[in-house]
């Protein structure tokens, strides 16, 4: 695999990179949309999907898990073991409404544990999260260069009295729309100020992965999937590749249960 840009990515807190080929798109496109075939995503609302949980498992897609392309550029990023924190797949029919409010993702740490220090050059943010495009993707929108500094006073006008997320419907300044391309991925750094929003004029099939290094202590995106929910029947479905992957995860659950411990942990910054 080819070097990434590292220095662009902590300077602006993500890459677009292509990913798939044309040959894994149409595969994984194909599995999205029967994966929404299904009667229990009928109703024309936006669909954040776990691929991994036995009630909505996708192979296909569970592969992505393991692609060389994510793995590289995550381990480039943040080093190696990696582990995955979160699989999800995000679905919406044309003429679905997404909104959501601006934030950092930090949502289940208590506000007095979220410091102006977490956000700057010298925090060491275990966690990358993609968004891996199967159609065109324009509902991905971020401010570039904000995971590395606080809330400037007119982004905290935006946030109001909170660190958590802002209300919905509010124009942060500096942002921009983050668009993808069939194939391509956004890797980013999940302190930036971002959110998803869009009026879906076609639509949406992107998967949304995580991975953290276990070199340091999980962020909140870890605590995403309950252990009980990957019982040893249904990990004994999984390819051997996935099922590793599932079992590392579970494994890392038992050492870190608590999002509010792996948060203190990590409260004093790598220099």
């Known amino acids: 695999m080819s070097a ?13 990179l292509r990913v798939l080929s044309d040959a894994e798109l149409a ?21 954040y999907v776990s691929f991994i949980n036995p009630q909505t498992a996708e192979p296909t897609l569970q592969e992505l898990l393991h692609h060389p392309v994510l793995l590289d550029t995550v381990g480039q990023i943040l080093g190696t073991p990696l582990v995955i924190d979160n699989a999800a797949f995000l679905g919406a029919a044309v003429g679905v409404r997404y909104r959501q409010g601006w934030h950092r993702d930090v949502l289940q740490v208590p506000e007095e544990q979220i410091g102006d220090f977490m956000f700057s050059p010298a925090w060491r943010h275990n966690n990358v999260q993609l968004n891996l495009a ?3 993707d324009r509902a991905f929108w971020a401010v570039p260069g904000s995971h590395v500094r606080p809330n400037s006073p007119a982004e905290q006008a935006v946030f109001g009295g909170t660190k958590h997320q802002s209300p919905v419907d509010r124009d942060m300044p500096g942002a921009r729309c983050i668009e993808l391309a069939p194939g391509e991925a956004v890797f980013y750094n999940n302190n930036l100020i971002h959110r998803g929003y869009c009026d879906f004029t076609e639509r949406r ?20 999937h309950s252990p009980d929910q990957f019982t040893p029947d249904y990990l004994a479905t999984l390819s051997p ?22 948060y203190r942990s990590g409260l004093v910054p790598d220099a």
């Open 4 to 16: 990434i840009d590292l220095e662009r990515f902590r300077r602006e807190g993500y890459l677009i």
């Open 27 to 47: 595969r994984c496109l194909a599995a999205a949309d029967g994966l929404m075939s299904r009667e229990r995503f009928a109703q024309p609302v936006f669909h």
């Open 134 to 136: 199967l159609t065109h």
């Open 205 to 224: 099939r992107t998967c949304h992965i995580g991975y953290h290094c276990t070199r340091r202590p999980p962020t909140w995106h870890f605590y995403s």
């Open 241 to 262: 590749r996935v099922r590793g992957m599932i079992e590392e995860r579970l494994k890392r659950q038992r050492e870190w249960p608590d999002v509010k411990a792996s």
